[in-house]
């Protein structure tokens, strides 16, 4: 049976996991920081709960009862369940990454997934990985425009505002062909995480919010029902006659 589409604002998953620190179920560990007084490892969860029958197993991708899979997505070393993301688990880092795998290489002395354009490329700050967010470090202000992102927490590197008012300037002199002028998607920005709905754009979606274009799409395109198909489907409702009889 396919995945149901349930989960939480994090994660797209059909299954609750039984945290080993409290015994409760949450959908996601991050869920439960937010709820508890202490934090969940997710390392250590051994149970979870199929949230189409209810049935409590061992964490597993597919539900041993009515078969629902928990998530396109599952790492059985970080219980991850989520929809694919073309993550993969890299062992030395020891967590899952969003790929896809052979687009990033692991640089042993920064302890973190780069893209491969930064291999032999970048200045590599010791077990950066460790620390705090790597955004904030020097080994990331080497980033290309074209590599902006922190392979690691997908906010901006550096500050956009010129490159967000270039991308502005390129949309604005490139129209969509008409089939997609009204054509809009939805949206998470990586910067501010807003999820908002806005045009669609080969250069780039806006964030409404916050007016970054480091977003991804969340979902398939909204396209509008054609202008003509509209106006003759009111023009059809206006001429058609009145079959009501009267005695």
Known sequence: MAA???????????CLLKAPCCGKFYVCRLCHDGEENHQMDRFK???VKCAACNTIQEAQQIC??????FGEYYCDICHLFDKDKKQYHCQPCGICRIGPREKYFHCT??????ATDLKDNHKCVE????????VFFDCFMCLSRSAYRCPLCMHSAFNMKEFWEER????????MPSEYQDTTVKIIC????????VSFHVLGMKCSSCGSYNTAQDG?????????AQQSADQTLEEEPNTEHHE
């Open 4 to 14: 149901t589409r349930v989960g939480c604002e994090h994660y797209v998953r059909s």
């Open 45 to 47: 969860v051994r149970e």
């Open 64 to 69: 041993k009862e009515c078969e629902v899979k």
């Open 109 to 114: 002395k920064c302890n973190l997934c780069l």
């Open 127 to 134: 077990n950066v990985s460790r620390q705090n967010c790597p």
């Open 168 to 175: 502005d300037k390129e949309i604005a002199q490139t129209p």
């Open 190 to 197: 990586n910067d501010c995480q807003t999820r908002c709905t």
């Open 220 to 228: 398939g395109l909204i396209t509008a029902p054609p202008v003509d």
